[in-house]
């Protein structure tokens, strides 16, 4: 495969560092990101270019940085771009679309991206293991992939994750060691094994390139909306890397002549719980102070993130603002979500869908504008925060006359399902009001199970 020419800069002091597995600039401790050779690339990229290859994040591989030689074995991303006109007039916009990485190959979440750019750079840089530490989703898709690869896999996890996200790491085969703490001690503590142990931790020393990966999503909507870029992107924050990447992509097609300049507000989600970001640009303060986690959303909860600066920054600087919500609010939207367009997110997805509904009602989105929501992970892999959320079903006799009895009492018990048919016909403006009541009705459902 051919490359890109790429290499590793300092962010603050621009000092350039070649290509190795670093991600911190010696003379500054700022983080490195890779930078490419623009002025080459124009004019060897072209929408028909990209549109001519197969349907995976790799047709963009001269935008990522690849080694010489490096063969994909996955077709990984190009997840679906789907218009949401059903959950639109239920949270109050006309044009609203949902990238739809609950669906992505290999491991069901964004991760897939970052990892399979940052696994294509430890077999050049010759580490035979690789490691994280993750809050989930980067475990099973490090796991996955290292699997894939013949590569040795070292995973470190905060001990409380969700059971299907431990199983999902475990069946690959992989060394999981569970840390009695949050994931920014397990974070700490592998950026102490990383200057131990000669492995490629994915988002330790090989953070710039599995950091790349994440463009991909970026370069993706802008296709998928016929080579435009929408008004608005709503994206959920951990450490903050997704939606700086995402912008970067933006500006990279710009750049390179490839999508017409256009101005994209960037809008943050996290849940109350863990909300170090938006809790600074709400505040309108550049600093931001680190939390202790303490939500439901554990794909999300990184207490000190580190690349919350540069997130507060591109957020700010686009006219965006970012939100939190309740992890009340994070369940009944991922029901929501489900309920109206058939996707079945994780937690973080509930984050996204009911931040965006948030700032719709703050009439910081409009409803006319194109605005698409990020939605990063599936809901089989966190299907514990819906435990208490519907009855188990009393089984019925495999008789005609049992079932006409079943769905009389269905009707009785149900008024929630009931008024949402009645109001089918009604005006748009309506709708939407009757959208957001039937939510809250949802969500003290649940509130009302959980209790
Ligand atoms: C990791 C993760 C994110 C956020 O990624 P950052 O780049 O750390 O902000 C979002 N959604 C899901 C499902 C994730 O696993
Ligand atoms: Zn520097």
Known sequence: METSTYHLRCRECGKTWGNQPR????????????????????SRLSRELFASRAPNMWRYRELLPLPAG????????YTPLVSAPRLGERIGSRRVFIKNDAVCLPTLSFKDRVVAVALANARSFGFDTVA??????????????AAREG???????PSDLEPAKILGTQVFGAEVVRI???????NRLCSQIADEHRWGFVNVNLRPYYAEGSKTVGYEIAEQLGWRLPDNVVVPMAGGSLITKIKKAFDELILLGLVDPKPVKFFGA???????ISTAIKQYSSEIEPQRPKTIARSLAIGNPADGHYALKAITKSGG????????EVV???QLLAETEGIFTETAGGVTVGTARKLIHQDRILPDETTVICVTGNGLKTTDVLANAYAAETPIAPKLSEFEEYIATKAANLPSAFEETASAGVGRQSLIVQGAQTAAAASSLVGAAND
């Open 270 to 276: 996290q849940a109350t719980g863990c909300s170090p």
């Open 132 to 145: 994280c530490s993750s809050t989930g989703n980067l475990a099973n898709s490090v796991a996955a992939q």
């Open 180 to 186: 009695n703490g949050s994931y920014d001690h397990v």
């Open 332 to 334: 009944s939207s991922i």
């Open 151 to 157: 590569l040795k896999a070292w995973i470190f996890i």
């Open 70 to 77: 490096f063969q994909p074995s996955l077709p990984v991303g």
């Open 23 to 42: 991600s911190i600039c010696e003379d500054c401790f700022s983080p490195l990101e890779i930078t490419y050779d623009y002025d080459s690339l124009r």
């Open 321 to 328: 603002w970012s939100e939190d919500i309740s992890d009340h």
